[in-house]
């Protein structure tokens, strides 16, 4: 069953409250609008694949593995491609879509019909370093229909993903990133209601290795339980998972985690104690990025009690272990925080804070980690002595101190703003970066009558 519009929803009530029919009649009637409503799910439909087409092919027109695939399965040549974004014209783009999406169409009726479809392959699994924390991590490559299905799923999901996923849950949610998790704990420290004394920071252990494709459809199925599309497709890309578990770097796997989370925040959430006839929660906030887990509360007896609630909770529902990243630490408070900042010695002026996201939060003030401010710090002194030499700026280190700026911005760094003369740097950092943008553009422009008219593709950094 389709999920209905407001209009049919409308029609359904009003046919419900009109007295010319019958009780039985006006009965069924508000028995299939409850039902209408209440569909937390979207049914699988052409115009959903292609949205998901459209979502998946954003900023991947001149992929060549992209093109490849296109080019396989719609028989649609690169060259016409190329051509209609010389002309900005969207019509082959638009025939793109629809042939991908009724690729789709004959992979979801195999599914259906319990079958694997063609061009799905296995996951191919390699490890990379990451420069920021020198960790190792294991990244998933996925081929191109595993990525659509997974677009396909998460807009099929996206009623239930819009009401379990909780306001206080970040990342890989479009419009929740690192600054809005700062603001918001920030908020929540300043906020006298709720008068916050201690907090704790927890962490999964190897989140997604130990969180397995069955214990998340468990959920769905409790969910949604006549998505049968949704469940079955799930089930089919659990299968290609190395594992079975979770896959890091996949679209549809950062919005599994987040929805499993949700459960696991609002369990916590929901944590009391009953004393003399009063209710008293074990934490006031809880906050998630990914899987770091942050605690808000008021004593230490209710964060600990919450740590053990929630570790229990995982272990028995999930198979997830989770550890403490930090003890149960407790907060200066405003004026505190305030008289320490007008200490002569600098070692005096440091109070507790929460670190998260790269920031360290104080009731009174933002700071950024100790280890970000070394790179940043050593970067614009590279970048003033090649302004000071050569009287410019090379276009890799530009484009490093632009993305950086919003590190700076977001805290409170007006004295090393002037120290190191930020603003002037970046004044012409970006001036460097949009004129390489404009050679770019006009490099692309080239590129494109050079593959149109002799029918070659050409390598592009």
């Known amino acids: 069953m389709h999920v209905a519009s407001n209009s049919v929803s409308e029609f359904a009530l ?6 010319n029919h019958s009780m039985q009649e006006r009965l069924h009637a508000l028995i299939h609008w409850r ?11 052409h115009s959903l694949a292609e949205k998901a087409i459209l979502d998946f092919l954003d900023n991947k027109w001149t ?3 992209i ?3 296109i080019e396989e399965y719609t028989g649609i040549d ?10 900005n014209n969207v019509n082959v783009r638009l025939e793109v879509v629809n042939s991908l999406a009724c690729v789709v169409d004959d992979a979801i009726e195999d599914i259906m019909n319990g079958d694997t479809p063609d061009g799905l392959y ?3 699994v390699r490890t990379v370093k990451e420069n920021m924390s020198g960790k190792i991590r294991k ?5 191109d229909l595993h990525q659509i299905l997974g677009h396909v799923v998460v807009l099929g999901m996206k009623p239930l993903l819009d009401a379990r996923i909780t306001l206080n849950q970040h990342a890989s949610i479009p419009g929740r990133g690192q600054t809005r998790l700062t603001k918001q704990v920030n908020k929540y420290l300043r906020k006298k209601s709720l008068d916050v004394k201690l907090f704790v920071k927890l962490d999964g252990c190897n989140a997604y290795g130990s969180l397995m494709y069955s214990d998340v459809i468990k959920f769905i199925k409790k969910e949604i339980p006549s998505a049968k599309w949704i469940i079955k497709t799930l089930e089919l890309l659990g299968n290609l998972a190395p594992n079975g578990h979770l896959i890091i770097g996949g679209y549809l796997d950062a919005w599994l985690f987040n929805f499993i989370m949700s459960y696991a925040l609002t369990y916590v959430n929901s944590c009391h104690n009953v004393r003399r006839n009063k209710v008293h929660m074990f934490i006031l906030k809880s906050l998630t990025y990914m899987d770091d887990f942050l605690f808000l509360g008021r004593t230490r007896t209710g964060l600990s009690k919450a740590v053990k609630a929630i570790g229990k909770w995982m272990k028995e529902n999930i198979s997830m272990s989770i550890k403490m990243t930090t003890n149960i630490i407790k907060l200066d408070s405003f004026y505190k925080e305030k008289s320490c900042k007008n200490n002569l010695r600098p070692s005096e002026r440091g109070c507790p804070s929460i670190d998260m996201c790269g920031y360290q939060i104080h009731r009174t003030y933002i700071t950024m980690r100790p280890r970000v401010v070394k790179r940043v710090i050593r970067t614009f002194i590279r970048a003033q002595e090649e302004i000071d030499n050569t009287g410019t700026v090379r276009i890799n280190r530009a484009r490093s101190l632009v993305s950086r700026f919003g590190s700076i911005k977001q805290s409170t760094s007006k004295y090393f703003r002037k120290k ?7 004044k012409m950092c970006k001036r460097i970066c949009s004129y390489h943008g404009r050679l770019y553009s006009r490099y692309r422009k080239e590129w494109l009558d050079n593959a149109i008219s002799k029918g070659r593709i050409y390598y592009t950094a």
């Open 14 to 19: 009003k046919f419900c409250l009109t007295e």
């Open 63 to 65: 992929r060549y593995d």
């Open 67 to 69: 093109l490849a695939y």
């Open 420 to 426: 190191y003369n930020v603003d002037n740097i970046l």
């Open 122 to 124: 296995p996951v191919f």
């Open 35 to 45: 039902f209408i409503v209440k569909q937390r799910y979207n049914d699988y439909t």
């Open 139 to 143: 990244i998933a490559k996925l081929c």
């Open 78 to 87: 690169r060259f016409e491609i190329y051509q209609s974004m010389k002309t």
